[in-house]
């Protein structure tokens, strides 16, 4: 989820259960009040669970990762990116080796399923067209 929706993952089912969030971008939804500031709308009725990967307050739980998962992301982001090394120690690290592979075989995943996503919004925008609706 994490990959594929990083707000979500990062949202509380408390939060969204007070403000309204858009699902699945997890944007916050805010309005501009008479003296010009940014206000938060606030939720008037249920919150759209059926719309969100944790489906219910219920799973939330199993979406957060522990401290030291967060730290491994964070890590494997930034090698990636290439504006941090690993030391000697941990290039030899096979265990660490292992979880870089998987961060990066999820993330491959995601793409690929944005990218399908994508594809199928365009083949459905041309056969509209071409039905003419």
């Known amino acids: 989820m994490r990959f594929e929706h990083p707000k979500l993952a990062d949202l509380s ?4 259960q007070k403000w309204v969030y858009e699902i699945p971008s997890g944007d916050l939804q ?3 009040s008479g003296n010009g500031e940014r206000c938060k709308v606030q939720r008037s009725g249920p919150p759209p669970c059926h719309l969100c990967p944790k489906i219910s307050p219920d799973h939330e739980q199993q979406f ?3 401290d030291h998962n967060e730290r491994l992301l964070i890590l494997h ?4 990116s290439g504006v941090w090394q690993l030391t000697a120690e941990q290039r030899q690290d096979g265990l660490l080796a292992d979880n870089f592979a998987i961060i990066d075989d999820l993330l491959t995943g995601a793409e690929n399923r944005k990218n399908r ?5 365009s083949i459905a925008q041309v056969f509209l067209r071409v039905l003419g609706r």
């Not at 996503?117 to 919004?121: D, F, K, N, R, T």
Request: with cysteine.
């Open 13 to 16: 089912c408390g939060d969204c």
């Open 30 to 32: 805010t309005y501009e």
């Open 64 to 66: 957060i990762l522990s």
């Open 77 to 80: 982001r930034r090698v990636r």
């Open 117 to 121: 996503e994508h594809l199928a919004e």
